[in-house]
């Protein structure tokens, strides 16, 4: 089946992810201080910093096309565990709608 004559929809919940379709989120750790997961460039690692108001770089969406959780500033990349989902680091990479 072709991406184009898949029917998605562009809001609400997906229930099989528990995701929100497109609605902006932020990635909280349970750590103490409650860091933000921010992407800092490229095919980095993401970081762990200070939350700021409104900083898109701290902003990510579910896109529904794709299945993956895509960053709000750089929308062509996603998260992608490491190790082919077998790994504790997550890094940044183009889209390339694998998912474990």
Request: glycine share 8%; charged share 25%.
């Given at each position: 089946?072709?991406?184009?004559?898949?029917?998605?929809?562009t809001k609400?919940?997906?229930?099989?992810?528990?995701?929100?379709?497109?609605?902006?989120?932020?990635?909280?750790?349970?750590?103490?201080?409650?860091?933000?997961?921010?992407?800092?460039?490229?095919?980095?690692?993401?970081?762990?910093?200070?939350?700021?108001?409104?900083?898109?770089?701290?902003?990510?969406?579910?896109?529904?096309?794709?299945?993956?959780?895509?960053?709000?500033?750089?929308?062509?990349?996603?998260?992608?565990?490491?190790?082919?989902?077998?790994?504790?680091?997550?890094?940044?990479?183009?889209?390339?709608?694998?998912?474990?």
């Open positions: 089946m072709y991406v184009d004559t898949v029917k998605t929809e609400g919940l997906n229930e099989e992810f528990g995701f929100h379709i497109n609605r902006p989120f932020y990635l909280v750790s349970e750590l103490p201080f409650n860091r933000i997961l921010e992407m800092t460039g490229g095919n980095q690692v993401p970081k762990l910093k200070r939350w700021r108001n409104n900083a898109r770089n701290q902003q990510w969406f579910f896109d529904e096309v794709t299945k993956t959780i895509r960053s709000n500033y750089w929308k062509n990349y996603c998260i992608e565990i490491d190790g082919s989902g077998n790994g504790r680091w997550l890094r940044n990479r183009g889209i390339n709608s694998r998912w474990w």
